[in-house]
């Protein structure tokens, strides 16, 4: 079964229709490259896979469970969206961290407000009875992503202090805190200095090593080619291409393809 | 030194009168300011455009012609039913104006922050009480310390128009000692001021000081 089914999707802002029928499905572990020209909907797509826009038309499928299903006209309260939200992470174009809290701060935030709810509700959280027991897991867990996005000894400082790159392997950091089934990313390096990019893109990479489900919106076509296991091209709202990097950037069918890859070995040959 | 004693004593028995009605109306508008910025700042258009001339009509006429309504209309228009205290005016006209004065120091400093912000915080899952609380509230802290100075330093000294309704302020006794051929207790009232507002500054750098930790 595929950890995530999109069906039909459609969404328009007013009369500007940026979403036209996408449908696309991807199984756990694999990435996911969406690339194409500004305004062909990448990003709103990631937004309504968060959550933050809601499509007109379509369903979002998570491990079976039906997330949205826009035709149905379902009550849609806070709690539950939180609820379905936290199956998708997403890393900004521009990090968004907060500014006022440290590194280690910005990544704990989210966890340790969801653990002092859960233990009033529930109890209980990841298995801790404890605020205490709960808060030291946390830290635990946010100390091996700071590992593992090689920032370990940044944990105390804070956004403002650090490089472009830096902060965004913080925002890395603070999505995967959360383990979400399918972590987003809007275009991550292109708020960045071309020397910054590499390590962030080697981040992405070491999470594709680690197994981690995927969906990279993205300018950078060699890194799509390399790391991706499908690529998506979207054109004016529709999926204009799809398939292997192999498929779509070597021997890509469609003429729209072509001429936006002509674009790129133009610009960066 | 008797004369010196005695009128210092006379002045600082005024500046009571600005103190309180400077605290009264601090403590108040502040808090009503912040509801007055939730309504301008709303997406239901009636309330929005209510508050909107509510503030386009207290920042755009004297503060002195908002204490003569306060003071006078209410007698005039109930037959001498109901009548404010000289003091109860002044905190009424006062509280108001300086709400709507911060409401707007308020909205924008809430507008400034980001909508990146309020989206990093709903896609960790947290609640809008949690974004406004955890997230928001410290960089609009931040972003207003410098103009809500401003606003405090000049409430300080705007308290003395309560004179014209015939509150005994500094202002009003330092005038009468000058009426009887004293001028020197004029430049002791502005002593008084100078050394409240200069507290102040330095509080409010302190403060801006403390929120200098983080960048941005």
């Known amino acids: ?269 | 030194m008797d004369e010196f004693l005695n009128i210092t004593q006379q002045l600082l028995t005024g500046f009571g009168e600005n103190c309180f009605l400077f605290i009264i109306t601090l403590v108040s508008a502040i808090p009503l300011g912040l509801i007055i910025s939730m309504g301008s700042m709303s997406r239901f258009v009636p309330l929005k455009a209510v508050t909107k001339t509510f503030v386009w009509i207290i920042r755009g006429t004297p503060l002195m012609l908002q204490l003569f309504v306060v003071f006078y209309v209410p007698p005039l228009m109930s037959d001498g039913e109901f009548v404010f205290s000289r003091m109860n005016a002044a905190i009424v006209a006062f509280i108001i104006n300086y709400a709507a004065y911060f409401s707007e120091i308020f909205r924008g400093g809430i507008e400034a922050v980001p909508k990146g912000q309020y989206e990093a915080g709903q896609v960790l899952g947290m609640t809008k009480t949690q974004i406004f609380f955890k997230v928001i509230l410290m960089q609009v802290i931040k972003r207003i310390t410098a103009p809500v100075g401003n606003e405090v330093i000049t409430l300080v000294k705007d308290t003395s128009l309560a004179s014209v309704i015939a509150i005994p302020e500094i202002l009003m006794n330092a005038k009468d000692f000058s009426m009887e051929g004293l001028i020197w207790p004029l430049f002791y009232s502005a002593v008084f001021f100078l050394l409240f507002c200069g507290v102040l500054t330095i509080l409010f750098s302190f403060l801006e000081k403390k929120l200098n930790y983080y960048k941005g």
Request: charged residues 25%; aromatic residues 6%; glycine residues 6%.
């Open chain 1, 1 to 269: 079964m595929s950890i995530l089914n999109v069906e039909n999707i459609q969404k328009s802002f007013g009369k500007n229709e940026v979403l036209k029928n996408i449908s696309f499905s991807l199984e756990k572990g694999e990435v996911l490259a969406i690339i194409g020209s500004s305004g062909s909907g990448k990003t709103t797509l990631l937004r309504c896979l968060n959550f933050l826009e809601t499509p007109d038309k379509g369903r979002i499928i998570v491990n079976g469970e039906t997330l949205l299903d826009a035709d149905k006209n379902t009550k849609r309260n806070e709690k539950e969206i939180r609820r379905k939200r936290l199956h998708f992470g997403l890393v900004f174009q521009s990090f968004n961290l907060f500014p006022q809290y440290s590194v280690i701060s910005n990544i704990s935030l989210a966890p340790l407000l969801m653990a002092k709810e859960q233990l009033k509700n529930e109890g209980e959280y990841m298995g801790e009875k404890t605020y205490r027991a709960a808060a030291e897991k946390i830290r635990e867990n946010v100390l091996s992503l700071l590992k593992k996005v090689g920032l370990s000894e940044k944990k105390d400082e804070y956004p403002g202090n650090l490089s472009g790159g830096q902060q965004q392997r913080v925002a890395i950091a603070r999505a995967l805190a959360l383990d979400p089934d399918v972590l987003c990313f809007d275009e991550p390096t292109s708020a960045l200095d071309p020397e910054l990019t590499g390590e962030v893109l080697n981040v992405i990479r070491g999470l594709k090593s680690s197994d981690s489900t995927m969906i990279v919106v993205t300018h950078e076509i060699e890194f799509a080619r390399d790391v991706a296991d499908k690529i998506i091209f979207m054109d004016s709202g529709v999926i204009a291409e799809e398939g292997t990097p192999q498929e779509v950037i070597i021997n890509p069918k469609n003429p729209r393809t072509r001429e936006f890859l002509a674009r790129f070995n133009q610009n960066f040959s």
